[in-house]
């Protein structure tokens, strides 16, 4: 008697599982939620799959930035809409990795997000937010296609790039350090308009020339994506004491250097 109640309810555990993972088709698409969640991801995916253009609007910042790739940016609002509801794939999980304050003040945070579509792919993004009259307004975000591969990243050399990357911006020669440890397709965000290439980013990094200008970086998360791509959020310490994000691709040459960086 004992052994058939174990295995009816082992089978009742199975179809339980199942349940949770199956698909909704269209509006109906069924949200299934980590227990680390907040509300915000499940209102962000439910209007993505409702195709509520307004609502997906609002919930970005007019002058909101999503980079697709280098030649492919959207900066506002409308085309963030336009961009979601042209993009027919259903949400059906959302979690967030890791979330964490970024400037108090401002109320803005940043965040590591996953999450599974009805085609069975899974994405991991990086989203820049805020808080504003209670509601939370999306500024930021770049997201890539996360693969099995990713767990088999070896993640020495980004280490020793970081290590390089210390090193470089404390001898206050921005040129070197740029040249050095970025993507010449890089990209930077500030709460202005997109920094693009290491010449301009060259430019914009020019107060670290000042000799008395000293950095640390202590990474709080590293996320491998796939083979090509890892977010890391982390934290500053010397002449700066914010957060930061970057986004480390691999290169043909087998280094990481930077794709993405942003501060705030």
Known sequence: MKLKIIILLAIIGCEQRENKKENISNSQTEIVLSEHNTNHLKNWADDINNGNIN???????TN????????IIIE????????????????TSIESILSIEANKEKGINYELVRYETDNLKEFIGIVIWRVENEKIIREFEFTQEST??????DTTNIAERRKLWIELCNKNNSENLVKQLYSHNTMYFNHKPI????EQLIKEYGYMNNENYTLNLHPVKLEVVNANFAFEVGECSGSYKGKYILVWKKETNGNWNIYIDSNI
């Open 64 to 71: 909101a930035v999503k980079i697709i790739s280098e030649n």
């Open 195 to 198: 920094v693009k290439g290491t």
């Open 148 to 153: 099995l591969d990713a767990k088999n990243v």
């Open 76 to 91: 506002n609002s409308t085309q963030m809409a336009n961009y979601y509801i042209n993009h027919k794939d259903k949400i």
């Open 55 to 61: 609502a997906i609007k609002n919930s970005y910042d």
